[in-house]
């Protein structure tokens, strides 16, 4: 929360790292308080000051970078930095880039005496372009690999989950009841990893089904809409385990469901949640599982179950089924490589 | 026709001599122009994630069309300037003329060729648009029109050689009797032989992306089962195989019989799955060779007494024999094809034997010809 409130308090998250000369910086602070009357996310008006920053880096010589008056004096310059950036970026890196410096020249062009119009048509003019496809594209190319870059991990089933589960729960200590129910909740639920640090007890909630079963149902927020996601029996029971372990008097249990281990109030971090599940998978003799993998994973379960594409895209709260084809692409691959295999031995 | 250079460019320098290329023996790192434009265009293009290969071959092309057009102008020309004679520009690229002046290149060359102009068009358009004063892409599109033939409402390039496609596919028989052979070899080279065979049988891979698999890329799950990531065609990402339990059987043999081997001879490199390294390697802990496996390929066949065949004849005999038994599509996806459109037209060839094998064979072991009744069948008349 300290990074997002840069442009409250003006105080810089990155304590020196990074940082630009005070005139760039004074810059980027009205950069960002122009995004930020203009209704941008706060996360979206971070990147672009972050990518703004490698600009000028880019524009300077390696340790010196050149201040953003400097740098977006010369569109040229600009221009080249966008092309051919001196270290490997992704493609959604470099389309950000290319976003944050249109944004810039729109908003603090005028501060620096620049017309924004023409910087812009300059700067079109200088990028790589293949024909537009329709009215509303410009067709510009912007550099940074399509691919990812982190190796991929294995393709999990329901049993790999249960293994992982099984995992963060043997690591013993009083906080084994609480890894077992982060992991359970990451393997068989919809939950994303930010989301399931963020769940609070009054979240919770047993709902009576329409075929007469009590489920655990989840209350998210996505997408800014409020969501009640149904928990699967794994998750449902680990939390349960949880809950008892919390109060057992058999109580209702208030605030956040997973907490460090030192302070009983405060939630666990997103990044002390990934090292709980990153020790699981290790421990379950498995590499460091992604989110999306685990997702990936838990639809396939589903399906097991006997879940339609449509009944695991409600499970797993997504916008649209395609998102679940995609997540079962692998493991169709799989099974499609399984049956050839059994055909041929048979 | 005189020399252009652009501003910050250097001039054109000869090309250096091409080199002569045995069939089936890999080229050598592409040649192609080496002035600043086309260095300038080769940063854009590793900078927008191109693969190496991909680099190379575009250099290549580039340097092909440049070599064409200075033959047909009869004078060196560099490729800013070419840009500028759109009829110039249009003849280079679909000529169809092989480097010796004789043979004639196929349409999936020039296919390669057209893509390569049209991305230096892309990619170079900062400096080409004030060169030429209007968008580089549209010169490209109506120098093709220029060489073009005009056919009804569009146009139809008719240079080079259909892409030869296909070709022998052995059956399961015979890939057994290929498998037997080539693990006859001595010491370590059997279970190679045998486990790198078996895989491309068995998992229908292309055999540059199994020769090039790294240590890394093999993981043993807790389960037991192994899996490998190989590269796949045209994409960033790895395609997932799991291998059968003799396969990695092989594999893991192999790998002992590597790491014998290479102790025995005092080589440093071993084998490990899971850990980085070559995986498949020759006698000298070196990376084993596509012109290795294509002629242990050919000394196998002989010794197994079927026609020879290349490498990838394992893969149409996966799909013939996979397609033979399940549907088109399950197929696709286990071999890592896209759709199944060249799946059907070059890998899958149905065998007469096989069609004789169930012609021949009890009427209810065939796909929906069973019309014995069950219970849940209701009679459709009553007759009384």
């Not at chain 1, 995609?326 to 169709?332: E, K, N, W």
């Not at chain 2, 580039?62 to 200075?70: F, G, K, P, W, Y």
Request: charged share 30%; glycine share 10%.
């Amino acid at each position: 929360m300290r990074q997002l409130s840069f442009f409250v308090d003006g105080e810089s998250s990155s304590e020196g790292r990074g940082r630009l000369d005070a005139e760039s910086e004074r810059l980027l602070r009205a950069f960002g308080e122009g995004r930020l009357h203009e209704g941008a996310s706060r996360r979206s008006v971070l990147r672009e000051t972050s990518q703004l920053r490698s600009i000028a880096r880019e524009c300077g010589s390696p340790g010196r970078p050149l201040p953003l008056a400097a740098a977006f004096g010369d569109v040229a310059l600009v221009g080249r930095a966008l092309r051919e950036p001196r270290a490997p970026i992704s493609r959604s890196t470099g389309r950000t880039r290319l976003r944050a410096t249109q944004r810039f020249l729109r908003i603090v062009g005028p501060r620096i005496g620049r017309d924004a119009a023409s910087d812009l048509a300059a700067l079109d003019a200088l990028l790589p372009a293949r024909p537009a496809s329709c009215w509303h594209s410009t067709g510009t190319l912007v550099a940074g690999e399509a691919g990812r870059r982190r190796r991929r991990g294995p393709t999990l089933d329901g049993a790999d989950l249960r293994r992982i589960v099984d995992a963060a729960g043997n690591g013993g200590g009083a906080s084994a009841v609480r890894d077992r129910a982060l992991a359970a909740v990451l393997c068989f639920s919809g939950l994303r990893i930010e989301e399931a640090v963020a769940l609070r007890w009054e979240d919770l909630e047993t709902r009576l089904t329409p075929t007469g079963y009590y489920g655990l149902t989840a209350a998210i927020e996505r997408r800014g809409r409020q969501l009640r996601l149904p928990l699967p029996g794994p998750s449902a029971d680990a939390l349960e385990a949880l809950r008892e372990s919390v109060d057992p008097a058999g109580g209702e249990p208030s605030g956040g469901v997973f907490r460090t281990s030192r302070g009983q109030d405060r939630p666990l971090g997103y990044r002390a949640a990934r090292n709980v599940l990153v020790e699981a998978c290790r421990r379950a003799g498995l590499p460091p599982a992604e989110s999306s993998e685990l997702r990936a994973g838990c639809a396939h379960w589903l399906r097991a179950q006997g879940l339609s594409e449509h009944e695991v895209r409600s499970v797993l709260g997504l916008a649209r089924v395609r998102s679940v084809d995609r997540l079962l692409a692998r493991h169709g691959a799989l099974d499609a490589q399984r049956r050839v295999r059994e055909q041929f031995a048979g | 026709m005189a020399q252009l250079t652009l501003a910050g460019f250097e001039r054109l320098v000869a090309p250096p001599p091409r080199a002569n290329r045995r069939r089936g023996v890999p080229r050598s790192p592409a040649r192609g122009p080496d002035d600043e434009f086309t260095r300038a265009y080769l940063r854009r293009l590793a900078a927008r994630g191109a693969a190496p290969k991909g680099i190379a071959a575009y250099r290549y092309q580039l340097c092909a069309v440049l070599r064409a057009a200075s033959r047909l102008a009869r004078v060196r020309v560099a490729l800013p300037e070419l840009f500028r004679d759109e009829a110039l520009l249009g003849r280079a690229i679909v000529d169809d003329v092989a480097a010796d002046g004789r043979a004639k290149l196929s349409r999936w060359t020039l296919a390669q060729r057209r893509s390569a102009v049209r991305s230096v068009a892309s990619m170079m358009r900062p400096e080409l648009l004030p060169l030429l004063g209007e968008e580089p892409g549209r010169v490209v599109d109506r120098a093709l029109r220029g060489a073009a033939e005009r056919v009804g409402a569009g146009y139809r390039l008719t240079g080079g050689t259909p892409r030869r496609r296909g070709g022998f596919a052995p059956s399961r028989d015979q890939v057994a009797a290929l498998l037997v052979a080539v693990g006859r070899a001595p010491g370590y080279e059997g279970p190679r032989n045998r486990a790198f065979l078996g895989i491309l049988a068995g998992t229908g891979s292309r055999v540059n992306a199994l020769r090039l698999l790294d240590g890394a890329d093999c993981l043993v799950l807790p389960n037991g089962r192994l899996r490998v990531y190989l590269h796949e065609k045209g994409k960033s990402e790895r395609r997932e195989v799991e291998l059968s339990a003799e396969a990695a059987r092989d594999l893991q043999a192999y790998a002992q019989a590597f790491n014998r081997h290479a102790a025995a001879r005092g080589c440093t490199g071993r084998v490990r799955l899971g850990e980085p390294g070559a995986v498949w390697r020759n006698a000298d802990g070196r990376r084993w060779g596509y012109g290795a496996v294509v002629e242990l390929l050919r000394a196998g066949c002989v010794a197994a007494g079927i026609p020879p065949c290349g490498p990838h004849a394992l893969r149409r005999a996966f799909a013939t024999e996979a397609a033979s038994r399940l549907p088109r599509h399950v197929v696709a996806q286990a071999g890592g094809w896209q759709g199944i459109e060249r799946l059907d037209e070059h890998y899958v060839q149905p065998r007469d034997a096989t069609i004789w094998e169930k012609l021949s064979g009890p009427r209810d072991q065939a796909h929906g010809t069973d019309d014995r009744a069950r219970p849940t069948d209701a009679p459709v008349v009553v007759l009384r």
